[in-house]
C-alpha cells in the first residue's frame, strides 16, 4: 500500500525558507516521478514541482529559482526546499506520486507566510 507522509511546514516570515519533506513507502519509490501540489483556501490544487526517477525537475512558473526539488532514493524521501517566501505561497503542500492511473496523496502540510 502506497504511503505518503509529509512534513516540515510551519509559519515563516515573508522572504524566509522552509524544507518539507515526503517520506515514502509501499512501492518502489526509485522507478517513479514525484510530485509536489499545493493548494491554497479557495483555490484548486496545483503543482508545483516534479522529479522524475532520472531526476528530471520541473516547476510551476510561479516558483522557478525560488524552489528545488529534491529525491533521496536509498532513504525513500522527496524533498522540496522553498526559498524567498512570500504570502502567495501559503497553502497546504502535499506529495503525490502516480502508479499507474492511481493517484497517491499524503495528508498534507501547512505553509503559512505572514509578518
Known amino acids: 500500500q502506497v504511503q505518503l507522509v509529509e512534513s516540515g511546514g510551519g509559519l515563516v516570515q515573508p522572504g524566509g525558507s522552509l524544507r518539507l519533506s515526503c517520506a515514502a513507502s509501499g512501492f518502489t519509490f526509485s522507478n517513479y516521478a514525484m510530485n509536489w501540489y499545493r493548494q491554497a483556501p479557495g483555490n484548486q490544487r496545483e503543482l508545483v514541482a516534479t522529479?522524475?526517477?532520472?531526476?528530471?525537475?520541473n516547476y510551476a512558473d510561479s516558483v522557478k529559482g525560488r524552489f528545488t526539488i529534491s529525491r533521496d532514493n536509498a532513504k525513500r524521501m522527496v524533498y522540496l526546499q522553498m526559498n524567498t517566501l512570500n504570502p502567495e505561497d501559503t497553502a497546504v503542500y502535499f506529495c503525490?506520486?502516480?502508479?499507474?492511473?492511481?493517484?497517491?496523496w499524503g495528508q498534507g502540510t501547512q505553509v503559512t507566510v505572514s509578518s
Open positions: 503525490n506520486t502516480k502508479i499507474g492511473f492511481r493517484d497517491s
Open positions: 522529479i522524475t526517477s532520472a531526476r528530471s525537475t
